[in-house]
């Protein structure tokens, strides 16, 4: 049989190019039509309706992010199924990328404890399989809308060691909590050995030339320890609670 992989309800073969790169990209034929973007918008738009529809009924839920190359194991693979099992004795479902590494052992540490075990995967060119350990997985063409969800069904992110991707992620939320685009959303850096020298750089060049304000440094929260992890994360909203919203029924912060 060919090799195929998934793009998110197909099967294609793997020398088709992901819809994100398609959509980044035009080709000689689209320049002269300039009518696939049109189109390609009910098909974002059915993928946002999707995760919508999927993740709805989640309940309170940490995104967790780190690295898909985290080996069983290295010691950051252990801690990150302690948090897993933390979270879901706290009550808490946990929402990864739904790939190997760090995204499996949080998956699994929350499976193994009885919490709900959440996996956003992405269409790659070299495919990237759900775990084993995800109860309810949703495939995802576009990282747009896949981080739209990681931050719309979460109470707040942990971020393990991790590469380009999971840098990507932590400047993404800690731009959103500055511009006041999420609000009291806990951010914890888990591996002080990993982000010390990442800090450390912020604070003697970024914030030294200005381009940051020092108050911005307490948008996150170092650890080491996935009990404190769990319990930085799943701290209470400081915020008076109104009646719920009616698309998701959780609490409403009340306006300022």
């Not at 080709?27 to 993740?55: C, K, M, N, T, Y």
Request: with cysteine.
């Amino acid at each position: 049989m060919a090799e195929r992989r998934r793009a998110g309800r197909l099967v294609v073969p793997p020398a088709d190019a992901p819809a994100d790169k398609m959509l980044l990209e035009r080709s000689a034929i689209e320049e002269l039509s300039h009518h696939a973007d049109p189109w390609r918008v009910l098909r974002i738009l059915s993928e946002f309706v999707e995760g919508f529809d999927a993740l709805n009924g989640v309940g309170p839920a940490i995104t967790v992010f780190g690295s898909a190359r985290t080996k069983p194991d290295d010691p950051y693979y252990a801690a990150g199924r302690s948090l897993g099992a933390a979270l879901a004795r706290r009550g808490f479902a946990v929402i990864t990328g739904g790939g190997p590494g760090m995204m499996e052992a949080v998956n699994r540490g929350c499976h193994e404890a009885g919490g709900l075990s959440v996996g956003c995967n992405i269409e790659l060119p070299r495919e990237q399989e759900l775990n084993p350990y995800v109860d309810l997985g949703v495939e995802f063409r576009y990282f747009f809308v896949r981080k739209n969800m990681f931050v719309k069904y979460a109470r707040g992110f942990v971020i393990f060691p991790g590469g380009l991707g999971t840098l990507d992620e932590l400047f993404e939320s800690l731009t959103l909590a500055q511009t006041g685009k999420i609000e009291h959303f806990p951010i914890v850096l888990f591996g002080s050995e990993y982000w010390n020298g990442l800090l450390d750089w912020m604070h003697k060049v970024v914030l030294a030339r200005g381009a940051m304000s020092p108050e911005d440094f307490d948008l996150v929260s170092l650890t080491d320890d996935p009990e404190e992890a769990a319990a930085m994360a799943t701290r209470p909203l400081p915020v008076h609670i109104d009646e719920p919203r009616d698309e998701t029924r959780e609490p409403k912060a009340e306006a300022r």
